[in-house]
């Protein structure tokens, strides 16, 4: 039985919060803390209506800080800790969790707040701290980064001898109903989609300029969509753990729309990162552009349409060129349904809990710092389809 701080009340946390609740043999104690402790509260009353389950604890404290991270995980007695807060806290959370001896989840890689920069070298230098201290560090941990790293392993171990090239697909056609929103956290998001693009190709990365390069692709069940290459953190960690792979790239659809009112925010300063002089007030455009877009966690309730992320795998199997496309298909409504929350939210927080469950029952263990690609893939494929998130496999 496992005893679990989540820290991040957003619409992840709100699905993660939710799968792990549901999972009482599992986790038989839940802390849910976060910076605003009424949003913990909140989420702690729905997974009360709709798991059934009414012994979430709920408590407050800045993760920017590794000695409040250590002195909550010392409070809760807690031997495992899920952070779906934001990018920024990684370290901290990571630095809390050795100071007091507790494993550690998250699903993005950090990011130094001042610059619009994600990679795992600071993450991964923490590994022999980890080692020491006999524990475990999971990185990346939700759909992409996450489940499509499971996806590559699987494919792997499974269906080739050596994979030689790696798309990873991500589109979302669903419909919010706001001229423009982002659906998770707007500031880590547009950081994202703003950057230049790059991508694998024999042993070296390629350069392109921000969502320059651009093709339509015939997605299941979701029909043809516009996709652009941008750089996604799980192409690091791929393509070092498998170094057959001599071309990877990530590809995620947006509508016209979305990349019209975001290149008028770009052109009039909105998504900068460094601090303006206003009135008086120093303010970061970006984190006020945040403040006026609607929370990812409220987008879900009249949502429709759906999402559509997997891998194409092309590669050598017995001698023969192959190809394997595996994917998993979610609806936004009846992710609504299950747990008030868009299916953004629930790609990510359904593959937290599993990642969460594979440390917390050691199904998955080090110690070290670890990608989710250099675990047996089996185990995690199983629970995808066991906990809503099924996946489909096509071959040519
Ligand atoms: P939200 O902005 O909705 O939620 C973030 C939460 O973290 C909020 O509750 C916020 O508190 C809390 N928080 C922020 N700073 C601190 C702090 N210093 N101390 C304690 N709590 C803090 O984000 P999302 O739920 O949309 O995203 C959560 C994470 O999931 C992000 O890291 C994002 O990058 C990642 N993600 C990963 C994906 C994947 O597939 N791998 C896909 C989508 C998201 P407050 O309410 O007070 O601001």
Redesign the pocket.
């Known amino acids: 039985m496992g005893r679990l701080l989540i820290?991040?009340?957003?619409?992840?946390?709100n699905v993660a919060a939710h799968k792990c609740a549901a999972r009482k043999e599992v986790f038989d104690y839940i802390c849910l803390?976060?910076?605003?402790k009424s949003?913990c509260d909140a989420i702690k009353e729905k997974i009360k209506h709709n798991v059934g389950r009414d012994d979430i604890v709920t408590d407050q404290?800045?993760?920017?800080d590794p000695n409040q991270v250590a002195a909550m995980i010392k409070k809760h007695n807690v031997e495992t800790v899920l952070n779906?807060?934001?990018?920024?806290?990684d370290l901290s959370i990571m630095k809390g969790c050795l100071m007091a001896g507790a494993n550690y989840v998250?699903?993005?890689n950090y990011e130094p707040p001042e610059e619009a920069k994600f990679c795992y070298k600071w993450q991964w230098d923490m590994h022999d701290d980890f080692k020491k201290a006999g524990l475990t560090a999971l990185l990346?941990s939700?759909?992409?980064?996450?489940v499509t790293s499971v996806f590559t392993a699987y494919a792997l171990k499974h269906e080739f001898d050596e994979i030689h090239y790696l798309d990873i697909v991500d589109a979302n056609a669903g419909d919010h109903g706001h001229p423009f929103a982002t659906?998770?956290?707007p500031e880590?998001n547009i950081r994202e989609i703003t950057q230049r693009g790059k991508y694998w190709e024999d042993g070296q990365w390629k350069e392109t300029d921000p969502l320059s390069v651009h093709k339509t692709f015939d997605f299941p069940s979701v029909g043809p969509k516009e996709m652009y290459l941008m750089y996604h953190e799980e192409l690091e960690c791929i393509t070092k753990h498998i170094p057959t792979i001599k071309r990877a790239r990530f590809w995620m659809t947006f509508s016209e729309n979305y990349l019209n009112h975001l290149r008028v925010l770009q052109n009039v300063g909105m998504t900068r990162i460094d601090e303006v002089e206003y009135e008086g007030h120093k303010i970061v455009p970006l984190k006020f552009l945040k403040a006026l877009l609607p929370?990812?966690?409220t987008l879900g309730v009249n949502y429709t349409g759906k999402t559509c992320i997997g891998c194409i795998i092309k590669g050598v199997k017995d001698g023969k060129e192959k190809t394997y496309f595996v994917y998993n298909v979610c609806d936004h409504a009846q992710c609504f349904k299950e747990v008030e929350a868009q299916a953004?939210?629930y790609?990510?927080g359904v593959?937290a809990m599993i990642g969460t469950k594979m440390i917390a029952e050691k199904t998955w263990q080090g110690p070290g710092v670890f990608n989710m690609e250099e675990f047996d893939p089996d185990p995690f494929m199983r629970d995808l389809n066991l906990y809503g998130l099924p996946w489909q496999e096509i071959r040519s």
């Open positions: 820290i991040g009340a957003g619409g992840v946390g803390a976060s910076r605003t949003k404290l800045d993760a920017d779906v807060a934001l990018p920024y806290q998250d699903t993005a990346g939700g759909f992409d980064p996450g659906n998770f956290n880590i929370d990812p966690g953004v939210s790609t990510t593959p």
